[in-house]
């Protein structure tokens, strides 16, 4: 999402509260026309294709590196750059229940037809992007000012308001239930997790207990 007036960009991470804040900040960020446009295209992607994580990427779930190359290096640097990171034992568990809620989704038969530790199984099998990986360069550098954490959402949110001279309040959206995620792992499949987001344990600090 890129506001050229109030100077923003959010990198959207998928499952990491991004609707959410997409919905909140939208009416800075697009005209009317605009709004029409992106729900049209988004039904069109729907319909036509989905990539393999059953997520879509482009200007949706674009990484900070796509949208540097969309927008320049100029406005790119001269905004405000932000995102949201998540858990990645929660975020998973999420993504697996969110891909069980709509038949179309692309992995929906087999987050269906398998556990958690089958569905996490299958995602390494496949290959799944961290969320560190939306937000660095080539050399592994930060390319956005903050990064906010889905944990601390409400408070992290306003932070970003704050930053930007904005009081926007946040809806719930995509929820796919809530709960202690550590109960639906079994020890293989926090293992899984580990392996395949090592990066963003690493980087943002995160741990299963």
Known sequence: MIDPQNRFIFIHIPKSAGQSIS???RHHALTPRQRLLQTLMRRLRRKTKHDRYGLYRGGWHGTAREVREAVGAE????AYKFAFV???????????????LEP?????????STD????????????SPTQESYLVDDQGDLLVD????????ENDFALVCDELGMTERL???NSSGRGD??????????????EMFAADIDRFGYRFE
Do not use: I
Request: aromatic letters at 16%; proline letters at 4%; glycine letters at 6%.
């Open 23 to 25: 919905t909140a900040l």
């Open 75 to 78: 406005t790119f640097e001269g």
């Open 86 to 100: 998540r858990n990645p034992w929660d975020r998973m568990l999420s993504l697996y229940r969110f891909e069980q």
């Open 104 to 112: 179309k989704r692309c992995h929906y038969e087999v987050s269906k």
């Open 116 to 127: 958690l530790e089958g569905y996490l199984h299958y995602l390494a099998s496949v290959g």
């Open 146 to 153: 903050y990064v906010g954490r889905f944990e601390t959402l």
């Open 171 to 173: 809806p719930h959206k």
């Open 181 to 194: 995620f550590r109960a639906r792992f079994t020890p293989k499949a926090v293992d899984l997790v580990a």
